[in-house]
């Protein structure tokens, strides 16, 4: 699938913090595309790496920390190996990011519309006074409330959820191609997570920016997301459209994932959970490394590591990937 | 339909002022303190004579209520008939003019070096505040009276000297206000939408800081005022016949036994505008602090 579509593609990125001989490696060789116009779901527990895989995508990743990658092609331009600036250029132009937890994603000092303006500002000029109306505009875009008084206000007069909505104006204050929206509903209570993530979605596809969803909430991908990448200690063990991945999950980590949810455990005593945790720097296995905690594993997982199986466009990193009903094919 | 959803949220202004207000203490600190600038910005009109002209006709003349005072000379006169309460009046020009000479000098290299150190962090951050440690290390006045000898004595140098002792305070408290600041989540997005280093550190982080850096500058002020008069008193800092309050107290040490006046009301005022200064501070410190907000 080698189109004019392809907005990101991202090829064999990996973060690595420390040095000397134990490195901790968070990301591990991962690949994905992100089309145009497309949503794409990254989900995994904590510390799978989700979050650190995008901040290495918008070169945030400081110096104890290493990027590696084979290639970042955004737009036909080669993130790595771009100078500093040139690469700001770019990123802030055309990509931008929300983040989790909207109390603290504000500037506190300023109010919210000088922060919107400043963005537009930067990047596309303009006169006092359309600038102004333009923040206007976009406040009532997503959704707040008599936004010529809105605008005036300072971050702590505004609700979690509107913080939210602010950032969102902010984000796409300066039409981004694409936007990174990181875990943007983990803060927010459930009445207005639904809010924010359909307001999302109708930006995404007005404007048919790409969209990387960034979250633990396999509901809202399922929902939300047109292709899922799910993440496991660094790697992606499976990706996939979405309506496949959960219908038929190939990679057993994606099976225990979906039958953690309490929705799968109706009529059971105990919700299903995979035992253990995630591995750290120390803890690292042989082979597979969702070994120790898989179901399925064998001695061949516990020596070997095993690629990408299944047709392009729908792989998972298992040597026996499930079948239709579940089970692991042998 | 078009009704006003929401009442006006208060301007920041007016809400700093609500919580200051509260505090007596701080409003007779700003009175006394806005009493002085006034003092200060009018002295020629208002003191009665010159602060350098002597009266030899009338050498120690004690303040108009006491037995011998004269009219005309409110406070009374020092040992060569110069008017106290003129010397005074002028003195609280030399004095603020000096405290906000420090302050602001201290405060412009102490808040770039902060900055500087928790943003880069690494070597910088280490090479500063090794030298912010080594500064403190020292007792302030000894280093000042040292500086002082290196340069020579006179109002500017011991300015100089005091502004590099009182440095560290304002290298510290910047640097933990930035290295509190960095991580949130703004700066990141500031970051992600182009802004630069300069723009990152004087733009988006500085205006959080600020608030610790206010208070301290201004309880910074008294001290300043205070470490002046003491250099003065030791003959390091204003050379006479300046009018400043520390060596009019060095010169009036003579008659400690004989004019208590020419003592008293030097010491007096500089006890009463450094008490000011510092109710004042805390007053700010309780408005600007959101922690200490109900």
């Known amino acids: 699938m080698t189109n004019d579509k392809k907005l990101l593609s991202v090829n064999n990125l990996s973060v690595t913090f420390g040095t000397g001989d134990n490195p901790f490696t968070a990301v591990d060789r991962i690949s994905y595309d992100v089309d145009a116009g497309e949503v794409l779901g990254i989900v995994g527990e904590s510390g799978s790496g989700k979050s650190v895989s995008s901040l290495a995508l918008m070169g945030l990743i400081d110096f104890p920390g290493k990027v590696r990658a084979d290639s970042l092609t955004f737009e036909h331009t080669n993130l790595i190996g771009l100078s500093e600036n040139a690469r700001r250029k770019i990123t802030g132009d055309e990509i931008a990011m929300i983040f989790q937890d909207p ?36 406040l009532q875009q997503v959704g707040i409330p008599a936004p010529e008084s809105r ?34 509903t983990t803060a927010l209570d459930v009445t207005i997570q639904a809010q924010i993530i359909e307001l999302l979605l109708k930006l995404q596809r007005e404007k048919n920016m790409g969209l990387i969803l960034i979250t633990h909430d396999l509901a809202l991908v399922a929902e939300a997301a047109d292709r899922v990448v799910v993440m496991y200690a660094g790697q992606i063990v499976e990706t996939g459209p979405a ?56 001695d061949r997982c516990r020596v070997e590591e095993p690629g990408y199986y299944g047709p392009e466009g729908r792989q998972s990193k298992c040597f026996y990937p499930l079948d239709d009903n579940g089970r692991p094919t042998q | 339909m078009t009704q006003q959803l929401s009442a006006k949220p208060m301007s920041p202004l007016a809400e700093f002022w609500f919580y200051f207000s509260q505090n007596r203490g701080a409003l007779a600190g700003l009175a ?58 002028h003195g609280a020009r030399l004095s603020l003019l000096i405290g906000l000479l420090i302050v602001t000098l201290s405060l412009i290299m102490g808040i770039c070096l902060g900055l500087i150190a928790g943003y880069f962090g690494g070597f910088v951050d280490t090479a500063i ?18 500086i002082v000898a290196i340069l020579g004595p006179s109002i500017v140098n011991s300015s100089l000297a ?26 990141v997005s500031s970051r992600v939408a182009g802004a630069g280093s300069l723009r990152l550190m004087f733009i988006t982080i500085l205006p959080n800081c600020l608030a610790p850096l206010i208070v301290q500058a201004t309880l910074g002020f008294s001290n300043a005022i205070l470490d002046m008069a003491a250099l003065g008193f030791l003959g390091l800092g204003a050379q006479p016949p300046l009018p400043e309050w520390g060596s009019m107290l060095a010169t009036a040490r003579e008659f400690i036994q004989s ?28 408005a600007l602090d959101p922690k200490l907000k109900q």
């Open chain 2, 129 to 146: 505040m090794r030298f912010a440690d080594i500064l403190l290390s020292m007792p302030a006045l000894l280093l000042a009276i040292a």
């Open chain 1, 103 to 138: 109390m603290t994603s504000l500037n506190p000092s300023f109010t919210v519309g000088n922060q919107i303006m400043e963005a537009i500002e930067v990047h596309q000029g303009g006169s006092k006074k359309e600038r102004r109306a333009k923040a206007i505009d976009l």
């Open chain 1, 243 to 298: 309506n496949e991945i959960f219908k038929a999950p190939r990679h057993p980590y994606t099976q225990a994932l979906m039958n953690s949810l309490p929705e799968s455990a109706e009529g059971h005593d105990r919700l299903k959970a995979l035992p253990g945790v995630v591995p750290g720097a120390l803890d690292r296995p042989q082979g597979c490394l969702l070994n120790p905690r898989c179901p399925y594993a064998t």
């Open chain 2, 259 to 286: 004019a208590w006046w020419v003592v008293t009301f030097p010491g007096l005022i500089i006890l009463l505008t450094v008490l000011a200064f510092n109710l004042m501070g805390d007053g700010l410190r309780d």
């Open chain 2, 32 to 89: 006394f303190v806005v009493f002085i600038v006034l003092l200060a910005v009018f002295a020629n009109f208002i003191a009665p004579h010159h602060p350098h002209e002597q009266f030899r006709d009338a050498i120690l003349v004690p303040p108009v209520w006491a037995e011998g005072g004269m009219s005309q000379y409110w406070l009374g006169t020092d040992g060569v008939g110069r008017d106290i309460l003129s010397r005074l009046i």
């Open chain 1, 151 to 184: 605008i005036d206000s300072y971050p702590h007069q505004l609700s979690g959820g509107m913080s939210q909505r602010v950032m969102i104006a902010m984000a796409i204050a300066c039409d981004p191609k694409l936007l990174i929206a990181d875990e943007p």
């Open chain 2, 162 to 187: 005091l502004s590099l002792v009182y440095l560290p305070h304002y290298v510290r408290l910047t640097r933990a206000s930035v290295l509190s600041e960095i991580n949130k989540d703004y700066v």
